[in-house]
């Protein structure tokens, strides 16, 4: 028969269970002797896995003389409160809230520590973005801001002195430029900003793929033009419809037919194709540009990634292009070869 210390025993080992926090108990020497569901969860070892070995095994970047020293602190009477950044099993990494403290017995004797943490990586990666954000503010916007304010200073001067006139156009010139850079950086962010929300979609509607693509040639082609580049479209299925919201999407070939001339030289031509792949329609963007580097190609869909030739931006374009599309329950992606161009594709759901 079960004692009534063992059922309390086994009361509190439910209890521990069913916290969905990471609880992890550890002897004097820092050897794990308890290790709940919630770790197994947070870090991806089981507790068989983890009995007998220590939690730096979890936080190798950060070194065993920082454990070490934590451990030390503990030992001194301080709480540990604070963050870390670990490996899970699979090699990825997570950030975690901690805190850990002495467990001492009934007569008050040390016996071990025990911490409990949460998975702070989402913040972590939020906190991230927000700090490059800032820093890709202060200098990509210092340039053109500087840019307007000398041009404004030079037109004011110019008015004062009575030698306004022709002389003023480069001025205005070079305001405006600066301005419209602002304005695009700006933008960027805000659509950043109604991707994380869930805002970027808007109203959708049904639209033929032939027309979308007539549009985006339409609209872009005074673009290519001033590149002394050529803008084509391939014959098109005039039956082929999408679900879609027309404007976003427009956006996004704007995004794509911007990035195929920024990089293709003058005289090739950028070629927009549109098939139906199943129940998706698959919409295209080729270029004749030098292509993109093997080693780069994995990641120019990633925030804030600029392509190395090209540094100009702040690396949201294509980001962004994934977000409208992934929006509309579609898919983005890129193909290339080194000195054979680039071709950037994405799907919508086909009506």
Known sequence: MRSRAGEQVQF???????VTDSVIVTDLEG?????????????????AEMMGRTCADLY????????????????????????????RKDGSAVWIDLVTRMMRDERGEAVGFIGVSSDATRRKQAEQARDRVMALLSHDLQNPLTTVTLSAVALSQQIRSGQAGS??????????KSSEMMSSMIQSLLDLARIDSGQILGAPGVHSAAALLAKAADAFATLVAEKRQRLLTEPVDQSMRVSCNGDRIMQVFSNLIGNASRHAPAGTTIVLSARLAGMFVEFAVRDEGPGIASEELPHVFERFRRVSRHPGGL?????????IVEAHGGKVWAESTPGRGSTFRFSLPAE
């Open 167 to 176: 002389a003023m156009l480069p001025h205005l010139d070079r305001i405006l």
């Open 60 to 87: 190798t970047e950060n070194g065993p003389a920082r454990y070490a020293e934590g451990i030390k602190r503990i030992l001194d009477g301080t709480d540990y409160v604070g963050e870390w950044r670990g490996r």
């Open 315 to 323: 690396g949201l374009g294509l980001s962004i292009v994934t977000g």
């Open 31 to 47: 050897r794990i002797q308890y290790w709940n569901h919630g770790a197994e969860v947070l870090f991806g070892y089981t507790a």
């Open 12 to 18: 509190l080992s439910t209890i521990l269970e069913n």
